[in-house]
C-alpha cells in the first residue's frame, strides 16, 4: 500500500506546488473562460434564449454551466502540458524507472490536475447568484461531486494526449482537435433541441454532455422542472463515472506503451 501512496501524494503534492509557483496557470484557466462568459453570455442575451433553457433566463445563465466546465476543461489542459515538459526535462523518464505501479503514476498526476480544476470550478461556483441561480449547501455538495468526476475524467484524457506528445505545439494541436469539440458538443454552448439529427446523436454520444447535464440538474435542484428535458441525474452521474474509469485505464495503457 505504501508502495502506491507514496507516488500518488508525491505527484498530486508536486503539482499543486508546481502551480502555487506559475499564477499564470490561474488567469489562463479561469480568466479567460470568464471573460468568454460575459462577452458570449452578454452578447448572445440580446440575440436568442436557447431552446430548453429555464423560463425566465437568458443566455448568460444558459452559458453559465458550460463556463464551468471549460474552467476544468483548461485547468486539465495546463496541467497535462506539464507531463510534455518532464519528458524533455528527464523527470517523467526518471519517475518511469522507479520501481512503482504506472497506474499510482498516472493517478497521481491525474488527481493533482483535478484538485486543481475543482478548486477553480468551486471559485466559479460563487457567481452563481449573480445569475439568478440560488445556492444551498446540497447544491454545493453535489456540484462539487459532479465537477470531482468530471476533472477526473478530463485530465486522465489529456494524460492520455500528452503522454503520447513530444512537444507543446503538437499537443495544442491535437487539444483544438478533440478537447474543444468535446466541449463545444456537450451541449455547455448549445442544447440539442432543434439541431439536425446526425448532430444530436452526436450530442448523446458524447460522454460530456452526460456531465454538462448533472453539472446543470444539481444547480437547478431548486427547480428540476428548468431543466426537465436533460437526461435525469442519476444515470448522468453513472455514464460520468463510467467516462472517469475508462480514461484512466487509458491513461494507465498509454503509460504502460509509453515505457515500451
Given at each position: 500500500?505504501?508502495?502506491?501512496?507514496?507516488?500518488?501524494?508525491?505527484?498530486?503534492?508536486?503539482?499543486?506546488?508546481?502551480?502555487?509557483?506559475?499564477?499564470?496557470?490561474?488567469?489562463?484557466?479561469?480568466?479567460?473562460?470568464?471573460?468568454?462568459?460575459?462577452?458570449l453570455?452578454?452578447?448572445?442575451?440580446?440575440?436568442?434564449?436557447?431552446?430548453?433553457?429555464?423560463?425566465?433566463?437568458?443566455?448568460?445563465e444558459?452559458?453559465?454551466?458550460?463556463?464551468?466546465?471549460?474552467?476544468?476543461?483548461?485547468?486539465?489542459?495546463?496541467?497535462?502540458?506539464?507531463?510534455?515538459?518532464?519528458?524533455?526535462?528527464?523527470?517523467?523518464?526518471?519517475?518511469?524507472?522507479?520501481?512503482v505501479?504506472?497506474g499510482?503514476?498516472?493517478?497521481?498526476?491525474?488527481?493533482?490536475?483535478?484538485?486543481?480544476?475543482?478548486?477553480?470550478?468551486?471559485?466559479?461556483?460563487?457567481?452563481?447568484?449573480?445569475?439568478?441561480?440560488?445556492l444551498?449547501?446540497?447544491?454545493?455538495?453535489?456540484?462539487?461531486?459532479?465537477?470531482?468526476?468530471?476533472?477526473?475524467?478530463?485530465?486522465?484524457?489529456?494524460?492520455?494526449?500528452?503522454?503520447?506528445m513530444?512537444?507543446?505545439?503538437?499537443?495544442?494541436?491535437?487539444?483544438?482537435?478533440?478537447?474543444?469539440?468535446?466541449?463545444?458538443?456537450?451541449g455547455?454552448?448549445?442544447p440539442?433541441?432543434?439541431?439536425?439529427?446526425?448532430?444530436?446523436?452526436?450530442?448523446?454520444?458524447?460522454?460530456?454532455?452526460?456531465?454538462?447535464?448533472a453539472?446543470?440538474?444539481?444547480l437547478y435542484?431548486?427547480?428540476?422542472?428548468?431543466?426537465?428535458?436533460?437526461?435525469?441525474?442519476?444515470?448522468?452521474?453513472?455514464?460520468?463515472?463510467?467516462?472517469?474509469?475508462?480514461?484512466?485505464?487509458?491513461?494507465?495503457?498509454?503509460?504502460?506503451?509509453?515505457?515500451?
Open positions: 500500500m505504501h508502495q502506491v501512496l507514496l507516488p500518488v501524494s508525491t505527484l498530486w503534492g508536486r503539482e499543486i506546488v508546481r502551480f502555487l509557483r506559475q499564477r499564470s496557470r490561474l488567469v489562463g484557466a479561469f480568466a479567460q473562460p470568464l471573460v468568454f462568459w460575459v462577452l453570455g452578454s452578447g448572445f442575451s440580446a440575440s436568442f434564449r436557447p431552446p430548453g433553457s429555464p423560463e425566465g433566463s437568458g443566455y448568460l444558459y452559458l453559465y454551466p458550460g463556463i464551468i466546465t471549460l474552467v476544468i476543461l483548461f485547468t486539465a489542459i495546463f496541467a497535462t502540458i506539464a507531463v510534455v515538459e518532464d519528458r524533455k526535462s528527464g523527470f517523467l523518464q526518471g519517475v518511469l524507472v522507479a520501481p505501479p504506472r499510482s503514476i498516472v493517478l497521481g498526476q491525474a488527481l493533482g490536475s483535478s484538485t486543481l480544476a475543482v478548486l477553480q470550478g468551486a471559485l466559479f461556483l460563487l457567481l452563481a447568484p449573480f445569475v439568478g441561480i440560488p444551498s449547501i446540497n447544491t454545493a455538495v453535489l456540484v462539487i461531486g459532479v465537477l470531482a468526476l468530471v476533472s477526473f475524467a478530463l485530465s486522465n484524457l489529456g494524460l492520455v494526449i500528452a503522454w503520447r513530444d512537444s507543446v505545439q503538437g499537443f495544442h494541436a491535437i487539444m483544438n482537435l478533440i478537447l474543444m469539440p468535446i466541449w463545444f458538443l456537450s455547455a454552448f448549445f440539442a433541441t432543434g439541431l439536425p439529427i446526425w448532430l444530436v446523436w452526436v450530442m448523446h454520444l458524447n460522454p460530456l454532455s452526460y456531465g454538462v447535464a453539472l446543470r440538474r444539481s435542484l431548486h427547480n428540476p422542472l428548468a431543466v426537465a428535458h436533460l437526461p435525469p441525474l442519476a444515470p448522468a452521474l453513472l455514464v460520468t463515472l463510467a467516462f472517469a474509469l475508462s480514461t484512466f485505464l487509458l491513461a494507465v495503457v498509454t503509460a504502460h506503451r509509453n515505457e515500451e
